[in-house]
């Protein structure tokens, strides 16, 4: 009986201080105000936003038309090998992988590419936000062997608050920020592209 009642003891002090934890309301102190004259603005969005994204591995290409995106993937060899491509831009790449058919996503484990489209870009950081309204599968983009992202050049934005401020309030579902090919130098610092995730990148900007 006594050493029932020690086993006891420390879960009944742990509920009392839950208990009080909960009881008691903290004020929140609010988000910090942003001073927004001294946030960074670049004087060329486009051009930063291409070396920035060539400095973390991507691709970028200046195009005119859906024609000029097939032009130059056709020209890369493991696009050109491709048997398994998942594709949102039909306009230039018509799909082997029929997405709408495809009701368990594990079936996309051996996609070769997934071409997709982007709604904006940021200069400050090379990334792409991917509407995931737009994808058949969230998981298209992260387990294909190659991505390619088609956005407009028009619509780059300088860093990361006018991301947020034009995404707004999201509504329930999902997108994501992406920016070059996955990496990691967790294993004795050496640099690994492709590692959790797409190979390569290829961002093609559109007028």
């Known amino acids: 009986m006594i050493a029932e009642a020690f086993d006891r003891q420390p879960q009944r002090s742990k509920q009392l201080i839950l208990d009080r934890l909960r009881g008691r309301a903290v004020k929140s102190k609010g988000l910090p105000e942003i001073d927004r004259s001294r946030l960074v603005r670049f004087d060329d969005p486009l051009a930063q936003f291409r070396e920035t994204l060539g400095f973390v591995g991507g ?39 029929q997405l709408d058919r495809t009701g368990d996503p594990h079936l996309l484990s051996s996609l070769d590419w997934t071409v997709v489209r982007g709604e904006f870009a940021i200069a400050e950081n090379g990334a792409i936000w991917i509407d995931g309204g737009t994808l058949p599968h969230r998981v298209m983009i992260f387990i294909a062997q190659y991505l390619a992202i088609v956005v407009s050049r028009s619509q780059i934005v300088d860093h990361m608050h006018d991301a947020y401020a034009r995404i707004g309030t999201p509504e329930p579902g999902f997108g994501v920020f992406v920016s070059g090919p996955s990496k990691t130098a967790d294993i004795e610092q050496s640099l690994v592209l492709g590692a959790h995730g797409c190979r390569k990148l290829q961002v093609f900007l559109t007028p």
């Open 59 to 97: 691709e970028s290409h200046l195009v005119d038309s859906p024609e000029q995106v097939r032009e130059i993937l056709m020209g890369i060899e493991v696009f050109a090998n491709a048997e398994r491509i998942a594709s949102t831009y039909p306009e230039a790449i018509e799909p082997t992988v």
